[in-house]
């Protein structure tokens, strides 16, 4: 069974290419390298002992993805590729709109000409914009406050006109909540370039000095601290729900959407506190005005994905932190 991952040098991908060689899969990869690093590609094969094919190229390049598909028998797509910083999205709304949409049709029409039929998408959370009951079901209704969530409840569109096309295909779209930490090894995790917007990575640098601390967006939310409340989900769990999903669309038609999530919400200060007891590191933080377009709290009901993927996570709090900080030890050689 041969696998293409699109972006699967990034963060997520690379998780997910370890969980597939472990499982046996032959994986085909394409990135452009926009927002990961060559590197990666040997510590897959480093962490598996197992080896890949790898294209560096564009997905919105129509001629590289037509080699991929003369050069192998792909069964199924998993795609990953595409931009993902909400506030970038924002100021730039028309680059993310070519990239992702872009990618994604350029992607299906090739796997349409080729007669490949199984696809599983990276959409998130984000497409419940701001739940008026929790946890949070498949069906709730969807809306989006910035371009990033909107390429993502675009693309779901997309997908749904193409299934009531084409009933032969077969589609998993997998809403991710918040994913952090780093597989245990600590040769692959996140690594991000540009100043972090996302909690963890924040962390991880006040952690190592290399921020003076961590600005907590607001104390005055309707949950238990004050703090936002997310459903933290370890990467290595979000990996394992997309071999769960991949073995699913190969033997069960129709195209059906999943939140994959723990179910448990947890506050900035939560995260920050066993960060500092399970690392045994300081972690100071201010608190801060709130972010616009933040929510109070968000988790997921991830129990259709247990009953119909027969996939949920494992991983808790501690592992996240521990693995989170772990990677950025051996990175950084502390
Ligand atoms: P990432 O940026 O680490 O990985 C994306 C990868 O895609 C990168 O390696 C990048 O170089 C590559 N890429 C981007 N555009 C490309 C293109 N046109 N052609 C080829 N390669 C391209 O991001 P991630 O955190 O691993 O996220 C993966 C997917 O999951 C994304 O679609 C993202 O929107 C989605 N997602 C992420 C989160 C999260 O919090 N990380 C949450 C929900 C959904
Ligand atoms: N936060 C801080 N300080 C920071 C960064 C974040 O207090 O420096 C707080 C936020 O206010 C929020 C919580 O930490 O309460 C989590 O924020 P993140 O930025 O880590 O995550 P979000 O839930 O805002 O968004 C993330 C991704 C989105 C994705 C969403 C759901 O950035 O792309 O998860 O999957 F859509």
Not at 79 to 108: C, Q, W
Request: hydrophobic fraction near 35%; aromatic fraction near 10%; glycine fraction near 8%.
């Amino acid at each position: 069974m041969k696998i293409l991952i699109t972006g699967g040098t990034g963060y997520i991908g690379s998780h997910t290419l370890v969980e597939l060689l472990n499982s046996n899969y032959e994986v085909v990869c394409i990135d452009n390298f926009s927002n990961s690093k060559p590197e990666v590609i040997g510590k897959i094969k480093e962490i598996t002992n197992k080896t890949f094919t790898f294209y560096e190229g564009d997905v919105c390049d129509k001629n590289i993805l037509e080699r991929i598909f003369n050069e192998h028998t792909i069964d199924a797509v998993i795609h990953f590729a595409g931009y993902k910083a909400v506030g970038e999205s924002v100021k730039n709304p028309l680059m993310y709109y070519r990239n992702n949409l872009d990618s994604t049709i350029t992607l299906l029409e090739v796997m349409k000409k080729y007669n490949c039929k199984n696809f599983v998408f990276s959409s998130s959370a984000t497409v419940y914009g701001s739940p008026k009951n929790l946890p949070i079901k498949e069906d709730f209704p969807l809306s989006t406050t910035n371009p990033y969530g909107t390429t993502k409840l675009m693309i779901e569109g997309i997908l749904k006109d193409l299934y009531i096309s084409d009933n032969s295909w077969n589609i998993a779209v997998l809403r991710y909540f918040n994913p952090i930490g780093a597989h245990e090894s600590g040769l692959i995790g996140e690594d991000p370039n540009d100043i972090p917007n996302n909690l963890m990575p924040y962390i991880v640098k006040v952690a190592t000095k290399e921020y003076e601390h961590l600005n907590v967006f607001g104390d005055d939310y309707d949950t238990p601290d004050g703090t936002g409340v997310r459903d933290y989900i370890h990467v290595v769990d979000l990996a394992q729900g997309h071999v769960s999903a991949i073995e699913h669309i190969l033997k069960e038609p129709g195209i059906d959407f999943y939140n994959l999530g723990t179910g448990n919400g947890y506050s900035v200060l939560d995260l920050v506190n066993t960060f500092k007891k399970v690392n045994n590191i300081d972690v100071p933080y201010v608190i801060a005005p709130r972010r616009d377009g933040d929510i109070a709290a968000c988790y997921a009901d991830p129990s259709y994905a247990k009953e119909k993927l027969g996939w949920s996570a494992h991983k808790d709090i501690n592992d996240m932190c521990k693995d989170a900080y772990n990677f950025v030890k051996r990175t950084k050689g502390l």
